[in-house]
């Protein structure tokens, strides 16, 4: 099948299609044309945000793509990350599954990318596109074993943000936790920076700022 089969790299033409398969393999995280284009194609100040090593697997239409990247301008803390690569999604339609077609994706990708490093997503939210991070256990358990065959490791477990706050709170300390929605302004960049360097901390700060999100804060003693 793989021989039969063009590999060829993401242009803005397949993300109509692209979105399509999207949501019929990543169900659990929907998609649309104009978040994909904000996410993947936006420019930063007349510069790509990414530089792409992404690719899609078609014969008359699209059945499988793979996102990977690394960054083309410096964030905050991080700077350019050159050894870093980043891989936020893989799928293949169910139909064409089990026939290598997400093998030789993967593998084109990481050709591409030729870093020290790829993270699936990111380790602190610093990817500079992330959907998700990393494996999602909860709707995608079966792309775990995907990945470890392939050669990844398994760096740390990334809970569901979609989990009740106490679920996730450590019965010992949940005396001393408070949930504050009279927020210090100083104190909350200072705990966004240190906590999530990057792109993840720009975002919340900006929207802080402009009062265009609701906020609330865990603190534990007092401390973000």
């Given at each position: 099948?793989?021989?039969?089969?063009?590999?060829?790299?993401?242009?803005?033409?397949?993300?109509?299609?692209?979105?399509?398969?999207?949501?019929?393999?990543?169900?659990?995280?929907?998609?649309?044309?104009?978040r994909?284009?904000?996410?993947?194609?936006?420019?930063?100040?007349?510069?790509?945000?990414l530089?792409?090593?992404?690719?899609?697997?078609?014969?008359?239409?699209?059945?499988?793509?793979?996102?990977?990247?690394?960054?083309?301008?410096?964030?905050?803390?991080?700077?350019?990350?050159?050894?870093?690569?980043?891989?936020?999604?893989?799928?293949v339609?169910?139909?064409?599954?089990?026939?290598?077609?997400?093998?030789?994706?993967?593998?084109?990708?990481?050709?591409?990318?030729?870093?020290?490093e790829i993270?699936?997503?990111?380790?602190?939210?610093?990817?500079?596109?992330?959907?998700?991070?990393?494996?999602?256990?909860?709707?995608?358990?079966?792309?775990?074993?995907?990945f470890?065959?392939?050669?990844?490791?398994?760096?740390?477990?990334?809970?569901?943000?979609?989990?009740?706050?106490?679920?996730?709170?450590?019965?010992?300390?949940?005396?001393?936790?408070?949930?504050?929605?009279?927020?210090?302004?100083?104190?909350?960049e200072?705990?966004v920076?240190?906590?999530?360097?990057g792109?993840?901390?720009?975002?919340?700060?900006?929207?802080?700022?402009?009062?265009?999100?609701?906020?609330?804060?865990?603190?534990?003693?007092?401390?973000?």
């Open positions: 099948m793989t021989d039969q089969v063009e590999i060829s790299q993401l242009s803005s033409t397949d993300v109509s299609e692209l979105v399509t398969l999207w949501n019929e393999c990543l169900t659990a995280h929907p998609m649309t044309i104009e994909f284009n904000s996410l993947f194609f936006s420019d930063v100040n007349g510069v790509a945000k530089n792409h090593a992404s690719f899609v697997a078609k014969t008359d239409r699209i059945f499988g793509f793979v996102i990977a990247y690394q960054r083309n301008t410096p964030a905050p803390g991080l700077g350019l990350e050159p050894d870093l690569g980043y891989l936020t999604e893989i799928a339609k169910p139909d064409f599954q089990q026939q290598g077609i997400g093998n030789v994706l993967l593998s084109r990708a990481i050709s591409a990318l030729d870093t020290s993270l699936l997503s990111g380790r602190t939210g610093s990817a500079p596109a992330a959907t998700f991070p990393g494996v999602d256990l909860d709707n995608y358990q079966e792309s775990l074993n995907f470890l065959t392939n050669g990844f490791e398994p760096l740390a477990i990334a809970n569901s943000m979609s989990r009740e706050i106490t679920a996730a709170i450590a019965v010992e300390l949940a005396s001393d936790v408070a949930i504050e929605t009279e927020i210090d302004s100083a104190r909350l200072e705990f920076s240190k906590a999530f360097p792109d993840w901390a720009d975002v919340a700060v900006a929207k802080w700022r402009s009062n265009s999100a609701e906020f609330a804060v865990i603190s534990v003693n007092g401390d973000y």
